[in-house]
């Protein structure tokens, strides 16, 4: 039983997460607004690692059905239709569209994630359905990857937080001192010891979250902080983030 968590993607190998089973995290805000896209009836989103690449990609898409969205030091970026906050994303705006998306820190670590064997996008607004879906995995592969955004290619607790509530479900109690974790997993289980189930303390506490409110974003933070408020697990392959049929 092997569990590897990544507190950024910065200096992850591709060869280190080919094949592997991938839950990828950024709470404040990309994939708590991929989940919410997606969950209001977007067709697919496309993660784009700038917004020259997100540009490009669009200009070769039917104008019709595509959305620019993204952000650039918390702010919607110039000329994009959408910036990343969650509450953005309602099925008046998205529905049926792809959502080309550019973000900071959250959209590069899910083009790094592309190795990975599955690919799964998790937040703490589908934690439960994530969970079910990376048990079923993990019980097969018996090795899984967290694979955190971080912020400013750097650690960020929100992530790592959430990070350890996931590593916390699929591998309880006496499991873990069977398990193969690594350091970034053992601290990120730490992080749950100190603050427990109490999801809105630990991303409240983060540098993210204080400097979202101080800049007119506190209604982003709430809403990542809804736990279980969709049930959908989006998958990125092929270069896409979409439902899995049947979804």
């Given at each position: ?135 079923e995995i993990y019980a097969d592969t018996e090795d899984f990857v967290i694979l955190c955004s971080g912020r400013e290619r750097a650690f960020a607790l929100e992530d790592a937080y959430v990070a350890g509530r996931f590593a916390q479900a699929l591998i309880p109690g006496r499991q873990r001192r069977s398990a193969d974790l690594n350091d970034a997993a053992l601290a990120a289980l730490e992080l749950v010891r ?54």
């Amino acid at each position: 039983m092997k569990l590897t968590v990544y507190f950024t993607p910065l200096g992850v190998q591709a060869n280190a997460i080919a094949g592997r089973p991938v839950l990828v995290v950024d709470v404040l805000r990309t994939t708590t607004t991929m989940v919410a896209a997606l969950a209001n009836g977007a067709k697919a989103i496309l993660p784009a690692a700038t917004a020259e690449e997100a540009l490009r990609v669009a200009a070769n898409l039917e104008r019709d059905a595509v959305l620019l969205a993204g952000e650039r030091g918390m702010y919607a970026i110039e000329g994009f239709a959408l910036g990343n906050s969650p509450g953005e994303m309602t099925e008046e705006v998205v529905g049926g569209k792809t959502v080309v998306m550019a973000t900071t820190n959250g959209t590069g670590a899910v083009v790094a994630a592309d190795p990975g064997r599955p690919v799964l996008i998790g937040a703490i607004t589908n934690f439960s359905a994530a969970v079910e879906q990376a048990k079923e995995i993990y019980a097969d592969t018996e090795d899984f990857v967290i694979l955190c955004s971080g912020r400013e290619r750097a650690f960020a607790l929100e992530d790592a937080y959430v990070a350890g509530r996931f590593a916390q479900a699929l591998i309880p109690g006496r499991q873990r001192r069977s398990a193969d974790l690594n350091d970034a997993a053992l601290a990120a289980l730490e992080l749950v010891r100190r603050y427990g189930d109490k999801w809105k303390t630990a991303v409240s506490a983060s540098t993210a979250a204080k400097q979202l409110r101080a800049n007119g974003f506190r209604s982003d933070v709430l809403a990542a902080t809804e736990v279980d408020s969709h049930v959908v697990v989006p998958r990125f392959a092929n270069r896409l983030v979409t439902l899995p049929d049947g979804a």
